[in-house]
């Protein structure tokens, strides 16, 4: 992960994707209502820091985790005004054995899952930094949303809503070159993991529920996000969206 990222602009991923950029800001913000308080917080592939200003303010101190060299020296120039903020250079396997365990009352983890291979691994790192009855934020790429389940049954493939495989949806030639993986997952996988890990599920949100090109160019931006607000707790329920956000909590 570290390597492609080190070679990615991914800030500049983030031109012209304002409306996917604050949809996940409402689930977030959202999610965060339904925690009391928070003293520590580890956000956990965190990049250039996107989100970190929309969850530091609840807490006493947020260590941003990333592998990537090159986005924690941005992150450490456009977040510098937070004085509660520390910086990680750490993959998720090894996160653990760089900072102390059960620490946590948050554990944040945006655009990741769909790296990984076995989402396991997630939810062991989380259950080893989390205090008990801390909380994890996380967000995955789902599998059966609204569009792939009709391209799906155009084709004759009705079972596909219930075909719990994890699909990589990288090109050929992607493949070919071992370019970093990207998979979505079917929402009952990630289900049967969380509670493997001692983990329930508070709440989910469908986001980014109206990610279309002409919605997006002819209606105002805050019409969409209104829309967007309004449709994310229904539409979870259906798994709508090309993104789910998952609240969920470690029991004890």
Same mark, same amino acid.
Do not use: C
């Given at each position: 992960?570290?390597?492609?990222?080190?070679?990615?602009?991914?800030?500049?991923?983030?031109?012209?994707?304002?409306?996917?950029?604050?949809?996940?800001?409402?689930?977030?913000?959202?999610?965060?209502?339904?925690? +009391?308080?928070? =003293?520590?917080?580890?956000?956990?592939?965190?990049?250039?820091?996107?989100?970190?200003?929309?969850?530091?303010?609840?807490? /006493?101190?947020?260590?941003?985790? =990333?592998?990537?060299?090159?986005? #924690?020296?941005?992150?450490?120039? !456009?977040?510098?005004? %937070?004085?509660?903020? &520390?910086?990680?250079?750490?993959?998720?396997?090894?996160?653990? =054995?760089?900072? /102390?365990?059960?620490? %946590?009352? #948050?554990?944040?983890?945006? !655009?990741?899952? $769909? $790296? #990984?291979?076995?989402?396991?691994?997630?939810?062991?790192?989380? &259950?080893?930094?989390?205090?008990?009855?801390?909380?994890?934020? %996380?967000?995955?790429?789902? +599998?059966?949303? %609204?569009?792939?389940?009709?391209?799906?049954?155009?084709?004759?493939?009705?079972?596909?809503?219930?075909?719990?495989?994890?699909?990589?949806?990288?090109?050929? +030639?992607?493949?070919?070159?071992?370019?970093?993986?990207?998979?979505?997952?079917?929402?009952?996988?990630?289900?049967?993991?969380?509670? /493997?890990?001692?983990?329930?599920?508070?709440?989910?949100?469908?986001?980014?529920?109206?990610?279309?090109?002409? #919605?997006? /160019?002819?209606?105002?931006?805050?019409?969409?996000?209104?829309?967007?607000?309004?449709?994310?707790?229904?539409?979870?329920?259906?798994?709508?969206?090309?993104?789910?956000?998952?609240?969920?909590?470690?029991?004890?």
């Amino acid at each position: 992960m570290s390597a492609f990222y080190d070679s990615y602009d991914y800030t500049s991923y983030w031109n012209g994707r304002e409306y996917e950029h604050q949809s996940e800001v409402i689930a977030l913000s959202e999610f965060l209502t339904k925690i +009391k308080s928070i =003293d520590r917080a580890i956000e956990v592939g965190g990049g250039y820091g996107r989100l970190v200003p929309y969850y530091i303010y609840r807490t /006493k101190k947020t260590i941003l985790s =990333d592998p990537s060299l090159g986005l #924690l020296s941005i992150a450490k120039k !456009r977040l510098s005004k %937070f004085k509660n903020l &520390e910086f990680l250079q750490s993959t998720l396997e090894n996160v653990n =054995d760089r900072v /102390k365990p059960k620490s %946590f009352d #948050l554990v944040l983890m945006i !655009r990741v899952m $769909h $790296h #990984l291979k076995d989402p396991g691994l997630a939810f062991s790192a989380f &259950e080893k930094l989390l205090t008990p009855g801390g909380y994890a934020i %996380f967000e995955f790429a789902n +599998k059966i949303h %609204f569009k792939n389940v009709v391209q799906h049954a155009m084709k004759g493939d009705f079972g596909f809503v219930n075909n719990r495989e994890t699909i990589d949806i990288r090109s050929k +030639k992607s493949k070919k070159n071992k370019t970093i993986a990207f998979l979505n997952y079917h929402p009952g996988v990630i289900k049967d993991e969380l509670l /493997k890990h001692n983990f329930e599920v508070l709440e989910m949100r469908s986001v980014s529920n109206i990610r279309s090109p002409f #919605l997006k /160019k002819y209606l105002p931006k805050t019409l969409l996000l209104e829309i967007e607000r309004a449709l994310q707790k229904p539409l979870s329920y259906v798994y709508f969206g090309p993104s789910i956000f998952v609240l969920a909590r470690k029991k004890g």
